[in-house]
């Protein structure tokens, strides 16, 4: 069972339908253009979609992401860099809300070349309270590597970030929100 107060994070998305936060693979039957929009975040990398999550037994097309990490020191290590970046809206969810049968987290690694590494089943941990509070906080290498951010370069700021991964809907309503 996971305790309430912990807090997971998904940047809001626009354009809702229904009454669900839905994965991508729901998406595709429901509402074929919003998946449409969505797909288009893997043009050049549509492996991933193909990707399996061994821990949930599903694709990775097949489960929401959320981050037990705040994007508010990442957005901040990019204004540190001089960029001008809006407040962004983002949805957050008390962890206890979500299945942990159906969860896990997900530790993203850095792409050397821009090249994601083969999938490691050692990447994939429970969902549980102590993993949760272990990778709660931003990585001090993913805060440097926003800092040192090009002017111009791609803003990617969630490559290397703890994600949660659940297979499964999640009630708009269970969501509040934040402006980070």
Request: glycine fraction near 6%; aromatic fraction near 8%.
């Amino acid at each position: 069972m996971i305790p309430e107060g912990l807090t997971l994070y998904h940047r809001a998305v626009r354009d809702v339908r229904g009454d669900h936060l839905l994965p991508l693979s729901t998406l595709r039957e429901r509402y074929p253009d919003v998946y449409t929009r969505e797909a288009a975040k893997y043009v050049g990398r549509e492996a991933l979609m193909r990707e399996r999550v061994g821990r949930l037994d599903c694709r990775w097309t097949d489960v929401l992401f959320f981050s037990p990490v705040n994007p508010g020191p990442l957005l901040d290590a990019v204004r540190q860099t001089g960029r001008a970046i809006p407040p962004i809206r983002y949805w957050t969810l008390d962890a206890a809300q979500l299945d942990p049968a159906r969860a896990c987290i997900y530790l993203a690694r850095p792409w050397p070349g821009g090249v994601k590494p083969a999938p490691d089943p050692a990447d994939e941990l429970p969902f549980t309270p102590q993993t949760l509070r272990e990778h709660s906080a931003a990585p001090a290498a993913t805060l440097a590597r926003l800092r040192a951010l090009p002017d111009g370069a791609p803003l990617i700021l969630w490559l290397d970030v703890p994600h949660v991964l659940y297979r499964g809907e999640v009630p708009l309503s269970a969501l509040g929100e934040v402006r980070c």
